[in-house]
T-cell receptor, first 115, second 110 residues
Framework: SAVISQKPSRDICQRGTSLTIQCQVD?????MFWYRQQPGQSLTLIAT?????????ESGFVIDKFPISRPNLTFSTLTVSNMSPEDSSIYLC????????????FGPGTRLTVL | RKEVEQDPGPFNVPEGATVAFNCTYS??????FFWYRQDCRKEPKLLMS???SGNEDGRFTAQLNRASQYISLLIRDSKLSDSATYLC???????????FGAGTRLFVKA
């Protein structure tokens, strides 16, 4: 299993600013994922973050807007850059944990509101 | 066509009712299948994996039909605490790309 924490849990930001979200896993994991969930919608994968290499972004998401760091096997950050109100969403960090399990575990999410 | 499609819902049922959720997926090479539950303002959590042979966990039964690319979840004797959004989740070939359905909201009423 994996216990995942995120911070901040929520933030209200002005447009044009940037916010960095931190994700910490309680065990060493190969892959970490960043999702976005807009109100009333399901989860959309932003990118997959592997330690020691650049993140792999999904269609519609670019590194300049959502830079990701993965400095070690337990930690990752997602930055939402040059924010606009359309970036208001819940951002969720996820990992499949250890032991080769298929189960995907999620952090509690960061609720971002951009004014 | 969406990669994973679910009943749009919401479902409003009385306590004790049996409710069924349906889900279809488009990629025949998909490898793993799950149902997740997401409570309001909370993160998704695994409810159960879905196997070709079907599997049951208490009041919950999941079925997979690979030929029809169809997944179902049956909840028997529903409780107030079952009220949540149920997400159909499919993991593609290669093991790591996970697609979430839009979810079906369930309201169980007393």
């Amino acid at each position: 299993s994996a216990v995942i924490s995120q911070k901040p849990s929520r933030d209200i930001c002005q447009r044009g600013t940037s916010l960095t979200i931190q994700c910490q896993v309680d065990s060493q994991v190969t892959m970490m994922f960043w999702y976005r969930q807009q109100p009333g919608q399901s989860l959309t994968l932003i990118a997959t973050a592997n330690q020691g290499s650049e993140a792999t972004y999904e269609s519609g998401f670019v590194i300049d807007k959502f830079p990701i760091s993965r400095p070690n096997l337990t930690f990752s950050t997602l930055t939402v850059s040059n924010m606009s109100p359309e970036d208001s969403s819940i951002y969720l960090c996820s990992s499949t944990g250890t032991g080769g399990t298929d189960t995907q575990y999620f952090g509690p999410g960061t609720r971002l509101t951009v004014l | 066509r969406k990669e994973v499609e679910q009943d749009p819902g919401p479902f409003n049922v009385p306590e004790g009712a049996t409710v069924a959720f349906n889900c279809t997926y488009s990629n025949s090479a998909s490898q793993s299948f799950f149902w997740y539950r997401q409570d309001c303002r909370k993160e998704p959590k695994l409810l159960m994996s879905v196997y070709s042979s079907g599997n049951e966990d208490g009041r919950f039964t999941a079925q997979l039909n690979r030929a029809s690319q169809y997944i179902s979840l049956l909840i028997r004797d529903s409780k107030l605490s079952d009220s949540a959004t149920y997400l159909c989740v499919v993991r593609g070939a290669g093991g790591f790309k996970t697609i979430f359905g839009a979810g079906t909201r369930l309201f169980v009423k007393a």
